[in-house]
C-alpha cells in the first residue's frame, strides 16, 4: 500500500474521529471536532501544492489526536467497549494446557491407591476445570460479541493508515474466531465442538448432583 493510500485512510479515520467526538458534549469535545473538520475540509477544498500542504497537515492532525485517544472522556473512546476486557484476554483460552485452578496435571498414578468412591470424585477435577474455562470463554464471547463487532471498522480503518492497534485486533479477533468456532467450521471444529458440549453436559449432572446433596443438609423449611 502506498503512502498516498495510507493517508487517505488516515483521512477516513479522522472523518470517522470528527463524527465521534461530535457525540460529546464538553466544550473540548467539539472543539476537537470542529478543528479536525476543519483540516478534513480543507483537503478537500485545496488545489495543486495546497492540496498537498493541506494533506500533510490534516493527517499530521488525526495521528496525534489518535495517539491520545485513551484520554479522550470514556464514552467517546473508538475502543471504550474493549477496555473492561483488555485484561482478562490472556486467561481465557481453553485450548491452553494451563489450568485455570490446577497447579499442575494430575499424575496419572496419583489416584492409583486411592478408594474407589475417591477416585470417581477426584477424576472429576480436571473436567470440571475444562468445564468452567469453556463457560468463562462463552460467557466472555456472549459479552464482548458487540463491542468487538463495533470497534472493528476502527480497526480496519487504522490498520490501512499503518497504524498499530495490536491489542485491540488481537481481542476482536478472539471473540469472533469464538462466535465462528460455535457456529460453523471445519470437521475438525465441530468435533472439538461437540467435545465441549458433552463436558459441559457433564458438568451440569455433576452439579445438580452437588447442589442436590447441598440442599439435603439444609434444615427444613429454609
Known amino acids: 500500500m502506498t503512502s498516498h493510500e495510507h493517508s487517505d485512510a488516515a483521512i477516513e479515520l479522522g472523518k470517522r474521529l470528527v463524527a465521534q467526538l461530535e457525540l ?3 466544550v473540548l469535545s467539539q472543539w476537537l471536532a470542529h478543528d479536525l473538520a476543519t483540516h478534513v ?3 478537500d477544498t485545496a488545489e495543486g ?18 495517539e ?4 479522550f472522556p ?11 476486557l483488555m485484561q482478562v484476554i490472556t486467561s481465557l483460552d481453553i485450548e491452553s494446557a494451563n489450568s485455570r485452578y490446577l497447579s499442575a496435571s494430575i499424575p496419572e498414578d496419583a489416584l492409583s491407591d486411592a478408594p474407589q468412591e475417591m477416585r470417581a470424585w477426584l477424576e472429576l477435577v480436571p473436567q ?7 463457560t468463562i470463554r462463552h460467557i466472555f464471547r456472549l459479552a464482548c460479541e458487540e463491542a468487538a463487532l463495533n470497534a472493528r471498522p476502527w480497526v480496519e480503518l487504522a490498520k490501512k493508515a499503518a497504524l498499530d492497534i495490536f491489542p485491540e485486533e488481537q481481542l476482536i479477533q478472539f471473540v469472533l474466531d469464538a ?10 471444529q465441530l468435533e472439538q ?27 427444613p423449611n429454609k
Open 24 to 26: 460529546g458534549d464538553d
Open 128 to 134: 470440571l476445570d475444562f468445564a468452567a474455562r469453556a
Open 68 to 71: 491520545r485517544r485513551s484520554v
Open 41 to 43: 475540509a480543507a483537503v
Open 179 to 188: 462466535r465462528d468456532a460455535e457456529t460453523t467450521g471445519s470437521d475438525g
Open 193 to 219: 465442538l461437540r467435545e465441549q458440549v458433552e463436558r459441559l453436559e457433564g458438568f451440569v449432572r455433576v452439579v445438580a448432583v452437588m447442589a442436590a446433596d447441598l440442599r439435603t443438609r439444609l434444615p
Open 74 to 84: 470514556r464514552r467517546l473512546r473508538p475502543f471504550a467497549g474493549l477496555e473492561p
Open 49 to 66: 501544492e495546497a492540496r498537498a500542504s493541506a494533506r500533510e497537515r490534516c493527517v499530521r492532525s488525526i495521528l496525534a489526536l489518535w
